[in-house]
């Protein structure tokens, strides 16, 4: 069959362009206004312009959300101009400053002869060049309803149309006609899913849950992440894949997710030491004897408190392999050995100190004292 094409209002510019009553846009959805005392909104789109004398428009898709307790009703009107009594035409009088706009309403509602309550995909009965939609919502409850997208199907053959001459009389009101359109509409539905199925796997076109949940067939994390990050993740995933769990792959993690360098220090560099060194308890102190465990130094500023702290080891052991564990060490500057001290990280053994004359005034090393210079 014929695939369908689709006229569609998804955009903060197309609810603009027409006339909003208790309604407003937000993040491109039209949703009801925070004024407590609305509880009823009312859309009347600009005209809808199919490029054809006499168009029969068929099928209308509204993508909501609309809550068990609110009232939607849909209504449409076709023709073919677009005057409208005394203004040059609906889009005018629907942007006319000087009308209110209770008043443009109730002119306009008159044009509007039918209407379907409860309905997100129906089919339409009009036929002329340019239409117009009206939307109507009656909030009762505490959650208010959001129109996302409206869709309008522009082309696309009907299974009618396969039938004998004989089954297509009546046109498009016809039983056969109306009754075909359910299966026809479920059919194709079904064939656009299979064709954009693709789609719905592609990282870069999904967000939100979805995009998390391709996220865990790379193993990549998600926590705290903005759908970009995940995106950057996910593109990077093949590549570091090679480093999965090992020393490299750990490293590479925790400075993506500090922004600093770590220095991962494994049992197996002590375990000599240990074993032989003349610090043994010092070092059995230290580092334990735990082979499958391994050290994690950081700066003592990577982390605000102890609970982020906490919260990067949670993070960090569902990503280690198993059986192995890490502990955090955050390293404080000092000039002082302390027990986790590593020289030229968080400690020195001097500096330089200028000569001191008094309190208050020292000399340099680029001072000269006395004497003249040949």
């Known amino acids: 069959m014929q695939r369908r094409s689709f006229i569609t209002l998804n955009s903060e510019k197309d609810w603009r362009r027409g006339l909003m009553i208790g309604l407003t846009v937000e993040n491109d959805r039209l949703v009801m206004s925070d004024s407590a005392s609305v509880s009823r909104g009312l859309f009347y789109s600009a005209s809808i312009d199919s490029g054809e004398t006499d168009f029969e428009w068929d099928r209308l898709i509204v993508q909501a959300d609309i809550p068990p307790d609110t009232l939607f009703r849909v209504s449409a009107f076709a023709s073919n101009g677009r005057s409208f009594e005394d203004a040059a035409s609906v889009d005018d009088y629907l942007k006319d400053p000087y ?5 443009k309403a109730s002119r306009l509602d008159g044009l ?8 997100q995909d129906l089919l339409l009965q009009c036929r002329g060049r340019y239409l117009w939609l009206k939307f109507e919502l009656v909030a009762t409850g505490a959650k208010k309803p959001s129109i996302d997208s409206v869709r309008l199907q522009y082309t696309g053959d009907h299974m009618i149309d396969y039938l004998p001459a004989i089954y297509r009389k009546g046109g498009k009101d016809s ?6 359109s359910i299966f026809n509409s479920l059919v194709l539905d079904m064939e656009e899913a ?7 796997f592609d990282f870069e076109l999904v967000d939100g849950d979805m995009l998390r949940y391709i996220a865990s067939w790379v193993c990549v994390d998600t926590e705290n992440q903005s759908d970009e990050e995940i995106r950057r993740n996910i593109a990077r995933a093949a590549e570091e ?16 997710w500090t922004g600093r360098d770590p220095i991962l220090l494994e049992h197996f560099r002590v375990e000599d030491v240990i074993r032989r060194g003349k610090d043994k308890d010092l070092y059995v102190k230290l580092y334990g004897k735990e ?6 130094l950081l700066d003592e500023k990577t982390f605000k408190n102890r609970r982020e702290a906490d919260a990067f080891l949670k993070r960090l052991q569902k990503v280690l392999p198993a059986y192995v564990e890490a502990e955090l060490i955050l390293l404080s500057n000092c000039v002082y050995l302390d027990y986790h001290t590593y020289l030229g990280i968080n400690s020195v053994i001097g500096s330089y100190t200028p000569m001191v004359i008094d309190d208050s005034t020292a000399i340099h090393y680029d001072t000269i004292i006395g004497g003249e210079i040949n």
């Open 291 to 296: 082979p499958y465990k391994f050290f994690i």
């Open 175 to 180: 039983f056969t006609r109306r009754f075909l």
């Open 241 to 256: 894949y090679r480093f999965a769990q090992t020393p490299e792959g750990i490293r590479r993690l925790i400075k993506r």
């Open 194 to 200: 299979i064709y954009g199925a693709a789609n719905r």
């Open 112 to 119: 509007f002869t039918e209407s379907c309550s409860g309905m």
């Open 99 to 103: 009308v209110p706009a209770v008043v």
